[in-house]
T-cell receptor, first 111, second 111 residues
Framework: SQTIHQWPATLVQPVGSPLSLECTVE??????LYWYRQAAGRGLQLLFY??????ISSEVPQNLSASRPQDRQFILSSKKLLLSDSGFYLC??????????FGPGTRLTVL | GESVGLHLPTLSVQEGDNSIINCAYS??????FIWYKQESGKGPQFIID?????DKRQGQRVTVLLNKTVKHLSLQIAATQPGDSAVYFC??????????FGAGTTVTVRA
């Protein structure tokens, strides 16, 4: 079965600092991968998705970027964090049943 | 904005009773719907899904009903248990298996 790994689990960063969140997948190859952000008490907002290596689609213009350097690796980055970047970041993959399954998430606090 | 919404933000239910969580969607072309359960600080967990060619699907203690005429989706949980306390999200497939999520319903189970 497919498993999504994310790290770190929690992160506290100052405004203006860079960001790199990593997501890796095991148990499948060439999956569709997704980055979501969840604000407190809200639903999930799709940020980026990727259908393969080097292929990134952005859903919402923002201070973040994504990259997929390897088939099973999806990275979320920022050059300079803003206070509004705080949130719970979730990576998801698409399994063979066409269902999205989620990783454990990264709680980001920008101070 | 969000294309999927939930009728009630919170639901309090007595342990052992049945729970019903409702969801309205706006895209009549959506053909795939999923219910997720999210416990505090964790990623969403798949509960059950349904495709638009069905109007009912059952799992273990859960049933999803789809009414395409009024664009309404519901999740029924039988014999609700304390472990069912969580936030429940409905999601619809908005194309290329990109999901649109509602804000969620918080279910609290009273002992």
């Amino acid at each position: 079965s497919q498993t999504i790994h994310q790290w770190p689990a929690t992160l506290v960063q100052p405004v203006g600092s860079p960001l790199s969140l990593e997501c890796t997948v095991e148990g499948t190859s060439n999956p569709n991968l997704y980055w979501y952000r969840q604000a407190a008490g809200r639903g999930l907002q799709l940020l980026f998705y990727s259908v393969g290596i080097g292929q990134i689609s952005s859903e919402v213009p923002q201070n973040l970027s994504a990259s997929r350097p390897q088939d099973r690796q999806f990275i979320l980055s920022s050059k300079k964090l803003l206070l509004s970047d705080s949130g719970f970041y979730l990576c998801a993959g698409l399994n063979q049943a066409d269902t999205q399954y989620f990783g454990p998430g990264t709680r980001l606090t920008v101070l | 904005g969000e294309s999927v919404g939930l009728h009630l933000p919170t639901l309090s239910v007595q342990e052992g009773d049945n729970s019903i969580i409702n969801c309205a969607y706006s895209n009549s072309a959506s053909d795939y719907f999923i219910w997720y359960k999210q416990e505090s600080g964790k990623g969403p967990q798949f509960i059950i899904d349904i495709r638009s060619n069905m109007d009912k699907r059952q799992g273990q203690r859960v049933t999803v009903l789809l009414n395409k005429t009024v664009k309404h989706l519901s999740l029924q949980i039988a014999a609700t248990q304390p472990g069912d306390s969580a936030v429940y999200f409905c999601a619809e497939n908005s194309g290329d298996y990109k999901l649109s999520f509602g804000a969620g319903t918080t279910v609290t189970v009273r002992a």
